[in-house]
Every structure is written in structure tokens, then in C-alpha cells.
């Protein structure tokens, strides 16, 4: 059994329907679950030649209700007789992907989908390949600013985020105000430049509650509530006084 692929281009189409189309004639099956509209046939020569019209993949075809018999003036099928010509929904519930058996295909047939099919897996395996690649290198720029110039909440983020720039980034530099770089070593760059920051385990606090700094609903809570408990003195602060106490930089 040989496996059509799963996203065919409309150039690999163009030799895949008529491979699909003489298989059919020739084994007789007429109860095809998945018949494809809006493809004219002809025959020439030998074999049948399917024009592909719609510019839809091969599994992207609008399809009749199951049940519905298939109307006639969706095809133009020539040299073949009217009775049988018909294609029909069948039942059941298996997958929606083309398979044609090799009993009766040349081997010119077989080897045009096998070799798309052997294209589709290494293309599928190159790309897992290179997403391997550049996150191994985005680890290596972004680990050891971590503690340092970069939360340790955010590593993953940003190595997904550089590894991201790079599979996107096209070949060539893009012209930046202080030269010309490519997008992944441009985003090096402000990594690079990134100040050395505090100790980022560590953060103040005043005699308010211990808050995250990065909660900034949590702290405009302790904020008022700390303005609430200064006012039952008799004190009158304002809110920038009172967020400064909770996050202890009026110390």
C-alpha cells in the first residue's frame, strides 16, 4: 500500500491525480469515500491526465454528504463508459487519506509517490533538526545572563523567543540606526546590553506585607490598605508614599 502525502503541492498534483485517477479505472472501485471535485479528466495515450483547477490540496476539497450519489457534471471523464462512471460516498468512518494500492501500478507510479513521500519525511525531519539547533544555541547566549541581567522567570520565554527569530529570519542583514545585522544578532546585542540588575531572589520589603514585586495588584492592595492603617493614626499619606513603603524603597 503507498501513502500519498499529506500537503501535495499543485505541481506534485499534477502527477499524483493521474496516478490516482488510472488506478482507479483500472481496479474497477467505483465506492470511493473521497472523490475530488472540480478536476477535469482526459485521456491521451495510454493514461488518463488529471488538470488540477481548484488550487486546493488534495484533502482540502469541498465533499458531497455522505449517502449523496455524486453529481455527473462534476466530472468530464472521456473514453470511459457513462454506467459506473459515477463516484459515490461509502460508509464508515476511516481516515480521510488517500491510500492506492500497488497491484496493477507501474513503476514509474510507484516511484513518483514514493519519492514525494521520501521528500515530505526528510523535509519533516530537517526542520525538527534546525528547532533543535537553534534552541542548543539560544541556551548558550541567554544562560549565562540569567541572575544577571535576565529574571530567571523568563529563560524559557526568551530562548523560545530567539529560537523563534532565527527559523523566521530570512538570509540578509536588516539595517538598524547603529549598523547592519541579522535579527538574531541584533536581539544578541540588546541582550548584551541589558543592565546588570538587583538580586533577583531577593527583594525589600518595608513593614508592609512581602509582596512580589512583579504583582502589581498585590501591591497596590498592601498599598491602600497600608494607607488605611496610617489614616486610623490620624496620618495622611499619599499613594506613592504608601506603594514606596510596600516595596521598601523608602528605606
Do not use: C
Amino acid at each position: 500500500m503507498v501513502n500519498l502525502p499529506e500537503n501535495p503541492t499543485p505541481e506534485q498534483l499534477n502527477k499524483i491525480i493521474p496516478i490516482l485517477v488510472k488506478e482507479i479505472l483500472r481496479s474497477g472501485e467505483r465506492n470511493y469515500r473521497d472523490a475530488i471535485e472540480n478536476i477535469t479528466w482526459q485521456r491521451k495515450g495510454e493514461g488518463i491526465e488529471g488538470t488540477f483547477e481548484t488550487g486546493k490540496d488534495v484533502f482540502g476539497y469541498s465533499l458531497m454528504p455522505k449517502g449523496e450519489e455524486w453529481y455527473r457534471d462534476m466530472w468530464v471523464i472521456s473514453g470511459v463508459d457513462d454506467e459506473g462512471a459515477e463516484f459515490a460516498a461509502a460508509d464508515g468512518d476511516e481516515d480521510l487519506d488517500f491510500e492506492i494500492t500497488g497491484e496493477g501500478m507501474d513503476a514509474n507510479d510507484r516511484a513518483v509517490i514514493e519519492s514525494m513521500a521520501l521528500q515530505e519525511r526528510e523535509q519533516a525531519l530537517a526542520e525538527k533538526e534546525l528547532a533543535f539547533a537553534l534552541r542548543q544555541e539560544s541556551l548558550a547566549v541567554i544562560q549565562p545572563l540569567v541572575g544577571k541581567k535576565i529574571p530567571p522567570a523568563w529563560e524559557d520565554d526568551l530562548v523560545q523567543f530567539r529560537a523563534a527569530i532565527g527559523a523566521a529570519a530570512g538570509p540578509g542583514d536588516l539595517e538598524f540606526s547603529q549598523g547592519s545585522y541579522s535579527p538574531v544578532a541584533f536581539f544578541d546585542r540588546f541582550l548584551e546590553s541589558l543592565p546588570e540588575q538587583i538580586e533577583f531572589s531577593e527583594i525589600a520589603g518595608g513593614d508592609g506585607a512581602v509582596v512580589g514585586a512583579d504583582d502589581a495588584q498585590a501591591i497596590a492592595n498592601a498599598a491602600i490598605e497600608f494607607q488605611q492603617e496610617q489614616r486610623s493614626k490620624g496620618i495622611e499619606i499619599s499613594t506613592v508614599t504608601a506603594v514606596a513603603h510596600v516595596i521598601g524603597k523608602d528605606k
